[in-house]
């Protein structure tokens, strides 16, 4: 079987960054830069005051001496003319700063009589001047190539005076769930057997979430020519399809099967990892395909770990940027992890990580409280409350 680690490194390995489009900063957030963000302009453009005041020549100024107010400096309208040693603008903050002033005096330390103006003794010291450039100057690179494009980094995009930025196409992904017992949420009551189709909605929003377009989402019973039609249907509109349950080795666990007459090649399938041991990942000319356990708590710890990097990838984003782990405490004690590298479901109690109780990876209850992921290589021993661990959000 294959390790957690090595099945990344192969899965990142065959997503290459999909193509890039145009888009306006308004549908800019959350997608990835396909090309650097490089300054039009400085920043301040020009000497401008951090605060509301006065511009003052610092060595014509004294504390109780009064100076002329020769005019007014606002963000967009200078004072037109120089100002002299011995002259003061009024100015607020983000003015440019007159030419020949150094320093603003803030109007708190400010006497104002009619056309004249004094400082109170100890005025000093902040000068209260951003110079030209002091933020970054025109043509520095701002954001790399790969920065996922958060609130922040929209400001710093529109703060280099972009109207629209080169991203990465987003993936277009299909969830499709397999089993002859899955029901519409909302139907399985009324049908003997049945039970709700549950997975498919929390992948298809992790994927989302992570920038895909959902371009399908459903599910589709265990028959096997049924299956082969419905994916050679859905491939070609497609960057990745997910495929959840199926993966095990039962005799109608038919997600690789319906692939195989399509050109299936795997990449890996049954991993050292638990839950997912039934992960797979393969190729199908230029698509790809993830295939998921079926199991809930299994489909979504497996989501996280595979389907946020190899998104992440797709999106010329580094996928390890996908899985921040985190040096945490534990508030209570760990199981030790087997022969597989062992993933446990963990909530954040104030104290640390608190393993929720029922691991099983069936369970739905306990996936709907967990907040927290963590990771025990093969091997590791149980733990006790005060060690630190490795974790991640889910
Ligand atoms: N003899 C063996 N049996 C199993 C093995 C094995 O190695 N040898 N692996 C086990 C492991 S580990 C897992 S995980 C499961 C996963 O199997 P599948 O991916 O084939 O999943 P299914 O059999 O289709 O379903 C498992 C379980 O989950 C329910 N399910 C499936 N899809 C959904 C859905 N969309 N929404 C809600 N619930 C779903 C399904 O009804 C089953 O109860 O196999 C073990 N067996
Ligand atoms: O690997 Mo399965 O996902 O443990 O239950």
Known sequence: MTGFTEALARLAE?????????????????????????????????????????????????????????????????????????????????????????????????????????????????????????????????????????????????????????????????????GDELAAPGTAAAQDWAIPESVTLGVAALAAEAGATITWRGSHGDDLPGLTRLAGALLPGLDLLVVTGGASVGAYDFAKAMLEPHGLELVFSRLAIKPGKPVWFGRVGDRLVLGLPGNPTSALVTATLFLRPLLAALQGESPEAALPWRRLPLAAPLAGADERETFTRAVWAAEGLVPIGNQDSGAQAALGQAGWLIRCPAGTPARGAGEWVTALAL
């Open 14 to 178: 065959t997503a290459r960054p999909l193509g890039a489009e145009t888009v306006p900063l308004d549908a800019a957030h959350g997608r990835v830069l396909a090309a650097p963000v490089i300054a039009r302009l400085a920043a301040p453009r020009h000497a401008v005051s951090a605060m509301d005041g006065y511009a003052v020549v610092d060595a014509a100024t004294a504390p109780g001496v009064p100076l002329p107010v020769v005019g007014e400096a606002r963000p967009g309208q200078p004072h037109p003319g120089p100002l002299a040693p011995g002259q003061a603008v009024r100015i607020f903050t983000g003015g440019p700063l007159p030419v020949g002033a150094d320093r603003v005096i803030v109007q708190e330390q400010a006497q104002r009589s009619g056309d004249t103006v004094r400082f109170l003794p100890g005025y000093g010291p902040g000068w209260h001047v951003r110079t030209a450039g002091s933020d970054f100057a025109a043509g520095t690179t701002l954001l790399p190539a790969g920065t996922r494009l958060t609130a922040r980094a929209l400001v710093t995009a529109a703060g280099a005076d972009l109207a629209a930025v080169a991203v990465h196409r987003r993936p277009r992904v299909a969830v499709l769930g397999t």
